[in-house]
Structures are given as C-alpha cells and as structure tokens.
C-alpha cells in the first residue's frame, strides 16, 4: 500500500474578483490528480475551475473562495501556509511532480 494521499489548501486569501465573483482565494492542490478533481468536486467547484499551469503539473491547483477553503478544511483537506505550499511543490517538481492527468471529469 503506498503513502497517504493528501489535499492541501493554502492560506494565500489574495482578494480579486474570479467570474464576478469578489472573495478572498485561497489554493488547492494535492499529492494526486484525481484526488485533487474529487475534492474540488465535493466543494461544487465545475472543472473549469482546473488551473494547468504551463511549466509544471506540480503547480496545478483550483482557485478556492474563503467560503470553500473553510469548507475543504472540514472535508479533509490539510491547511498550509503559502510559504509550505511553495516548498511543497517544489518538492514534487523535484520529484517528477504528480502526474498530471487525469483532466477534470
């Protein structure tokens, strides 16, 4: 059996406005693609909300409103601060990074 599997949210809050909607927002991500698309998914995020970042699947991540981070939280997801979020995917880009499929359901 392999290592736990995890979903992270950042404490990152930058206020802006994502599809009219004005918020705090946070990041999602987690140690495997599916799982990230299954939490995202539990939260109502549609998979357009999937960011693919062009450099590194190990920087693909939802957008996440304070609303939803506080809920993600109760669902499991581990908090972080934007600096471990930063090590983190540093790790796993120095690691391969996750892989990054499968795309969004």
Same mark, same amino acid.
């Given at each position: ?29 987690? &140690?495997? *693609? /599916?799982? #990230?698309?299954?939490? +995202?998914?539990? $939260? %109502? ?17 939802? &957008?996440? *409103? /304070?609303? #939803?981070?506080?809920? +993600?939280?109760? $669902? %499991? ?29």
């Amino acid at each position: 059996m392999g290592a736990p599997l995890t979903v992270y949210v950042d404490d990152w809050r930058q206020r802006a406005t994502i599809r009219q909607r004005e918020d705090r927002w946070s990041h999602l991500v987690a &140690d495997d *693609p /599916e799982e #990230l698309h299954d939490m +995202a998914a539990r $939260l %109502g995020i549609p998979p357009r909300g999937f960011q693919r970042h062009r450099r590194s699947p190990a920087l693909n991540h939802y &957008d996440l *409103p /304070e609303s #939803l981070r506080q809920q +993600a939280i109760a $669902l %499991g997801a581990v908090a972080i601060t934007w600096r471990e979020l930063g090590q983190l995917t540093r790790e796993w880009r120095r690691a391969g990074a996750p892989p990054d499929r499968p795309d969004p359901p």
